[in-house]
């Protein structure tokens, strides 16, 4: 199942990159969160409940026990940086792929923003490691 879940996600994600009008941008503080490895920033554009697949972990989550697991996360895995590989969308939905390095680590980060009353806000987030 968990692997059903990860296709489809990837086939979504493909699906937004096929149309060539962006969407919303990625907010600067989601950025800034995920460079710095602050939760509380990164948490500013989370959505009242937010879909979190970190690891092995996959819940939906209420915005305040979300910052909390994803502050866990950056605790275990201190990040050094976060680079934007990709962004697309279309209306008011838009993705994002990037890579966050952390201290011999790599980790492939996806998030999904859904914009709502002129504010963009953190629907899905997920961090997997990267395989070699």
């Known amino acids: ?3 059903f ?3 489809a996600l990837v086939f979504i994600f493909m699906c937004f990159a096929s149309v060539s009008v962006v969407g919303q941008k990625v907010p600067e503080n989601v ?3 995920l460079k710095t490895g602050n ?3 990164l948490s500013k554009n989370f959505s009242d409940n937010i879909e979190l697949v970190i690891l092995e972990n996959d819940n939906v989550y209420s915005k305040a026990h979300a910052r909390q697991v994803v502050a866990d996360f950056f605790k275990d895995y201190p990040p050094q940086d976060f680079t934007l590989i990709h962004q697309g969308g279309k209306d008011e ?3 994002a792929i990037g890579n966050l390095h952390v201290e011999n680590e790599k980790f492939r ?4 923003i859904k914009t709502n009353n002129g504010q963009s806000l953190v629907h899905q987030l997920r961090i997997e490691r990267q395989t070699k």
């Open 5 to 7: 879940k990860h296709i």
């Open 31 to 33: 950025l800034m969160g």
């Open 93 to 95: 939905a838009s993705y």
């Open 39 to 41: 939760a509380q920033e």
């Open 109 to 112: 980060v996806y998030f999904l």
């Open 1 to 3: 199942m968990r692997r």
